[in-house]
C-alpha cells in the first residue's frame, strides 16, 4: 500500500469495507452484453443488415464499457469476499480483455503494478499516456495496451513481467487472429472499419478518461492524493458519472481498490469530508 501524508479514520475504512460484499451481478451483465452486443453487430455488419458506420459507433461503444468488466476482473470485485468464486472474474476478465485485443493475465500484472507505484514516471505503466502536450497524449492513449509491452521489456529482469509480456503476446495475437479471419473470410471494411479502428478509438478514450485526466499532473504519489475524482453540479454529474462508468471517481478506487465501481460515488458522497482531509483532490470544473 502507498504511503498516507495524512492519516484517514477508521470509520471511513470501515464504511469501504462495507462495501465490499456478495457477487456485482451489473458487471458480470456489462461483460455479457458488451460481448453479445459485439458479436451481433458484427454479424449484422457481415449480413449488410447494419450499414458500416453504425457498426463502427456500437463497436467503439462496448469496447469502452468492455474495459470497466476487465478492470474490476482484475481487483476480483466481481465476487467481493468469495475466494471460492474466483473463476467468475477469470471468466469475466478474459472474455472482456478478447474484444479489447488484450490479455487478462497480462493487465492484472500491469494494473497492479500501477496500483503499487502510481506517478512514478519509471514503474507506472500508465504513465505512457502523459505525452509532452495534449495530441501526444491522445496518441499515445491509443497505444496504451502497446506501451505495456514496452514496459514489461524495460523491466525484463523482473520474472512477472516476462511472463506477463510472453502471456500478452499470446492472448494479444489469439484476438487479433479473429480480426485477420474476419478479414479474410468475411469483409476486410468490416474487421478494419467496424472493428479495429474502433476498438483503436475506445483505447484512445480509455486512456485519456482512465489514465490521464484524473491522474495529470503525475505529481503526488500518497494514496489518497495521487487521482483525483471530479464532480460536476447536480444531475450533469449524474450524466457524467454514467457516461464516465463512474471512473471519474477514481480516487476513490485508488484509495480503496476493492470498493467496486458501481459505487463510487456512493461512497464519496458519503465520506467526502473525511476523503479530502486525508488529501484526495477534488475537482469541480463547473463549480
Known amino acids: 500500500m502507498l504511503p498516507e501524508h495524512r492519516a484517514h ?5 470501515q464504511n469501504a469495507n ?25 454479424t449484422a455488419g457481415a449480413l449488410n443488415a447494419i450499414p458500416l458506420w453504425a457498426v463502427s459507433l456500437i463497436i467503439y461503444l462496448s469496447v469502452y464499457l468492455s474495459y470497466t ?31 479489447l485485443v488484450h490479455s487478462y493475465e497480462m493487465h492484472k500484472t500491469i494494473h497492479l503494478t500501477h496500483h503499487r507505484n502510481t506517478n512514478d514516471p519509471e514503474h507506472d505503466p500508465d504513465h505512457w499516456v502523459n505525452g509532452s502536450n495534449f495530441l501526444m497524449t491522445c496518441l499515445r492513449s491509443g497505444t496504451l495496451f502497446n506501451g505495456y509491452f514496452f514496459y514489461c521489456y524495460r523491466h525484463w529482469d523482473e520474472p512477472q513481467m ?9 492472448d494479444t495475437f489469439l484476438s487479433l487472429g479473429a480480426i485477420v479471419l474476419i ?3 468475411v469483409d476486410w ?13 475506445a483505447m484512445m478514450t480509455l486512456g485519456i478518461l482512465f489514465d490521464y485526466l484524473v ?59 473525511d476523503v479530502v482531509e486525508a488529501g484526495m483532490p477534488v475537482a469541480r470544473p463547473l463549480g
Open 69 to 99: 468488466a476487465l478492470h474490476e476482473a482484475v481487483h476480483q470485485n466481481i465476487t467481493g469476499m468469495r475466494k471460492d468464486l474466483a473463476w467468475i472474474n477469470l471468466g469475466v476478465g478474459t472474455l472482456s480483455s478478447f474484444f
Open 18 to 42: 462495507a462495501m465490499v460484499d456478495g457477487i456485482v451481478w451489473q458487471t458480470i451483465a456489462l461483460s455479457l452484453g458488451c460481448a453479445a452486443i459485439i458479436v451481433g453487430t458484427l
Open 162 to 170: 516476462r511472463r506477463a509480456y510472453w502471456i500478452g503476446l499470446r
Open 183 to 185: 478479414a479474410v473470410f
Open 215 to 273: 491522474h495529470v499532473p503525475y505529481k503526488a504519489r500518497a494514496r489518497f492524493e495521487n487521482t483525483r475524482v471530479i464532480v460536476f453540479p447536480r444531475w450533469l454529474d449524474t450524466i457524467v458519472t454514467w457516461a464516465y462508468v463512474q471512473q471519474n471517481y477514481h480516487g476513490v478506487h485508488h484509495a480503496f481498490p476493492r470498493i467496486p465501481f458501481t459505487k463510487y460515488r456512493h461512497f464519496f458522497r458519503m465520506t467526502e469530508d
Open 189 to 201: 471494411k468490416l474487421a478494419v472499419f467496424g472493428f479495429l479502428v474502433p476498438a483503436t478509438f
Open 9 to 13: 479514520s477508521e470509520v471511513m475504512a
